[in-house]
């Protein structure tokens, strides 16, 4: 297998996305946007998956949430695998619940072991349903989860190791907290298991104010509305220089949509920094040799 760039699927995207296939190579659905497709939807989307590789993404499951989560969520999941087959699915580390009530929003859970277990359990209960193992994603958070007794790299690494499971690391989503909490990209790159990770997203964001008098202060929020930043794309190049598998790398654009063009010229920048960052290993690796 390939490394591989592609895009979001988003329905102002559409027609854009069908007219250049020829430079997309795998398109990603959010799974919630098509949980109650019709049969003509549905068939639309099959037509698309026999030309274009397509992958699932989920946002609601909060694999992460102590509690476990809700049988009807996973089997619609399950509906939605089968009806599409297609290469793999992902979710988030994010809390979305506890005793029943659901919150609305992609929550950085607390990073305790008691989170390591239920996410674990929570990943098992996904697999049994689905069939399939989803990948799962880090999310960004504008506030720094309360009750932790773990930083961010520590227990994404103690729930890997744990989980045996595959990761999908948001580097735009690595970068806004870096920026919200003060420590490096770089670092945390080093503290988690990269040969575990095969599919990246890449997106954009900005700065917004938050807070009154001395506690006011700037976040920078992960909006998927904007250009995706040269920051992300160096740490795109770094992480293919470090990963030993193949990526598939999804640029991310969730509204306020440029010309099409300018989406597919993030799709050849993001191309064009895993070609360097390969480049730079396989240079390293002749050096050794």
Do not use: K
């Not at 277990?117 to 098992?124: D, H, K, T």
């Not at 349903?129 to 773990?150: C, H, W």
């Not at 003060?182 to 575990?196: K, N, S, V």
């Amino acid at each position: 297998m390939r490394d591989r760039v592609g895009i979001s699927w988003r329905p102002m995207l559409a027609t854009g996305i069908v007219a250049h296939l020829e430079q997309i190579d795998v398109v990603e659905l959010i799974a919630e946007d098509f949980s109650g497709a019709r049969r003509r939807e549905m068939r639309a989307l099959r037509t698309l998956a026999a030309q274009v590789p397509v992958v699932l993404h989920g946002i609601s499951l909060g694999l992460a949430s102590a509690s476990p989560v809700p049988a009807r969520l996973l089997e619609r999941m399950a509906r939605l695998v089968d009806d599409l087959r297609p290469e793999s699915w992902s979710e988030h580390l994010a809390f979305v619940r506890a005793d029943g009530v659901e919150i609305g929003h992609l929550a950085a859970p607390p990073r305790t072991e008691a989170t390591i277990e239920g996410a674990c359990r929570n990943l098992e209960r996904a697999r049994a349903v689905v069939g399939l193992r989803p990948r799962l994603e880090n999310v960004a958070t504008l506030i720094d989860p309360p009750g932790s007794a773990l930083d961010e790299p520590s227990w994404i690494s103690r729930f890997v190791a744990d989980s045996s499971c595959a990761l999908l690391l948001d580097l735009h989503n690595l970068c806004a907290n870096a920026r919200n909490f003060g420590f490096e990209p770089l670092a945390f790159l080093d503290r988690i298991p990269l040969e575990r990770v095969s599919v990246i997203h890449v997106a954009g964001g900005r700065w917004v104010t938050a807070g009154e008098g001395e506690a006011r202060c700037q976040r920078w929020l992960d909006d998927h509305l904007h250009r995706v930043p040269d920051a992300v794309y160096e740490l795109l190049a770094t992480v293919a220089a470090r990963a030993p598998g193949p990526l598939t790398v999804i640029v991310e654009r969730d509204g306020r949509f440029p010309p099409f063009a300018a989406l597919l010229a993030e799709i050849e920048h993001a191309r064009h920094a895993v070609r360097s960052g390969r480049a730079r290993r396989d240079s390293r690796l002749e050096r050794v040799a």
